[in-house]
């Protein structure tokens, strides 16, 4: 028995629908942005529709010596032009609101370059909207405070306070998968932190990130603040090699983040590197809540969300319960056209990754799993996958699937469940569902995950929230305020005074000199 067969919904598109969507994602002024200025030459890098194939725009084709130009005007304009806080709160605050009234705009690149439908699409430009908002707010965390020196024997005649600095330099290399949101996530906090940042977006979704620089230059930032290069030839080592770039904020495998560190050397790392996310469903769990749940959380995106459910794990009693309702919902979803609001699910994000899919669970089949929905390619789509009876050491539960396919295993003991959760390389979010807020704690205690989400799955994140993981997924949190504290340092101002005094006695000779 093949996986490969047919999917419903990949239909072609018409002339009208290709013409617009060329309008829709054709308008920026360049392909790669250094310098103060939009760059065109070599703009000869495809980006298509991975649905269709569709030409949508060209972007710089780069080179290492414009990376190291890109990074050497970043830290002149860093020493040479004054960017005060109020002003970058101001500039942040411009950019949510040009984000709202440029919603529609935005949403179609999204959903034209990336896996996302049209309705995932304004849920992202949304948030993004959001994560704006929080990074202008998050000046408040740059407030400094005084040092208590009175307690040391070292610190008696001195009095100080630290300050919250910008660390310089920050490479931000962001995914495909949210190509408007992540990027936000990483420029919003060094921003407002009074950072320089070059942006590399995904080459695979780069449109996004480039009319996010053009949108935030239109806001008000400061051209010496901001860069963008997309992809050529040495592109991403001369970013994370160059020893001017002070921070790595990076999201995505890995692998890659292996090779970053190794070429980057001794400075500060940031990474999101993904998950094998579990969900685990109580014996007095309700069915239907959790299995819509699980549905939703495993299929959006296309499964290509590294918060996405992939490994469940359901209660004896109620597995069949379970079960049946996921397979249920998980038919009714409809794959197709990304633009169709009645799709659910789109494509992958290229047809290579359709087929590692197909590949994972045809491995996953022959080893004795069951496909009860899905396990169908056509082009890069692949249907949504619900499995059972998967072994072990199978690849679709071991490694990070990335793709529209869920696992769910009986257990008998809560026990047994928690140490299955456990059981993997990454560690980033997991969901419980029970009616017993005790039982909600006991496990949530004993999963080695980043957050753990009681009654809901591991597909949720608050934007607000620390975020990030254990193990594989990660070093270092996202979310605004605790990424805007990642990207400053204190910087302490030391005074010794004349000769050790009480504080009444400073505050005494203080007044005498201010009256005399």
């Not at 998968?177 to 407002?192: E, R």
């Amino acid at each position: 028995m093949s996986s490969v067969t047919n999917v419903a919904g990949a239909c072609p598109n018409t002339g009208q629908e290709t013409a617009f969507k060329r309008a829709n994602t054709a308008e920026l002024p360049g392909g790669a942005f250094f310098e103060g200025r939009w760059q065109t030459a070599d703009r000869n890098l495809e980006i298509r529709d991975p649905e269709d194939g569709v030409l949508l725009g060209t972007v710089c084709s780069s080179s290492a010596q414009d990376v190291r130009r890109a990074v050497a005007y970043l830290h002149r304009s860093l020493q040479e032009e004054a960017w005060p806080l109020r002003e970058r709160r101001e500039a942040l605050e411009r950019a949510a609101g040009l984000l709202s009234e440029q919603s529609v705009r935005f949403s179609e690149i999204i959903a034209a370059e990336s896996s996302k439908t049209i309705r995932e699409a304004e849920r992202e430009v949304l948030r993004c909207i959001e994560t704006l908002r929080l990074s202008a707010a998050a000046s408040s965390e740059l407030a400094g405070e005084t040092l208590s020196f009175e307690d040391s024997m070292a610190g008696a005649d001195k009095i100080g306070w630290y300050t919250r600095k910008p660390v310089g330099i920050i490479a931000a290399i962001t995914p495909f998968n949210d190509p408007l949101n992540l990027v936000a996530h990483k420029l919003g906090p060094a921003l407002i932190g009074g950072n320089g940042v070059v942006l590399k977006p995904s080459g695979r979704t780069p449109l996004t990130g480039l009319a996010f620089i053009e949108l935030l230059l239109e806001a008000g930032v400061p051209a010496g603040r901001l860069a963008a290069i997309v992809s050529g030839p040495g592109v991403s080592g001369a970013i994370v090699s160059d020893p001017q770039v002070d921070l790595i904020s990076f999201t995505g495998g890995p692998r890659t983040a292996d090779r970053i560190a190794a070429a980057a050397g001794a400075k500060k790392i940031l990474s999101e590197l993904g998950g094998n996310n579990a969900t685990i469903v109580c014996a007095d769990a309700e069915p239907g809540k959790a299995a819509a749940a699980i549905v939703a959380g495993a299929f959006g995106v296309a499964g290509q969300n590294c918060l996405s459910v992939q490994r469940v794990y359901v209660h004896i009693s109620l597995f069949e319960q379970v079960l049946e309702k996921v397979v249920s919902g998980t038919r009714a979803l409809r794959t197709g056209a990304k633009f169709d609001r009645s799709t659910d699910v789109g494509p992958l994000i290229s047809e290579a990754e359709a087929r590692r899919v197909e590949e994972w669970v045809d491995e996953a089949w022959k080893a004795g799993a069951r496909i009860h929905v899905g396990g169908q390619r056509r082009n890069a789509f692949y249907q949504p996958t619900v499995l059972t009876d998967v072994p072990a050491d199978a690849r679709i539960i071991r490694e990070e699937v990335f793709g529209p396919v869920v696992s769910i295993t009986p257990f008998i003991q809560v026990s047994d469940a928690i140490q299955a959760a456990n059981d993997s390389e990454y560690g980033l979010q997991a969901g419980v569902f029970t009616e017993s807020i005790d039982t909600a704690l006991a496990i949530a205690d004993k999963l080695h995950v980043g957050a753990v989400v009681i009654n809901e799955t591991s597909d949720v994140r608050i934007d607000s929230m620390p975020f990030g993981g254990f193990k594989k997924s990660g070093v270092g949190r996202e979310g605004v305020k605790h990424a805007v504290r990642e990207m400053t340092e204190p910087k302490s101002t030391i005074i010794k005074l004349a000769a050790p005094a009480t504080g009444w006695q400073r505050l005494t000779r203080t007044s005498e000199r201010n009256t005399s």
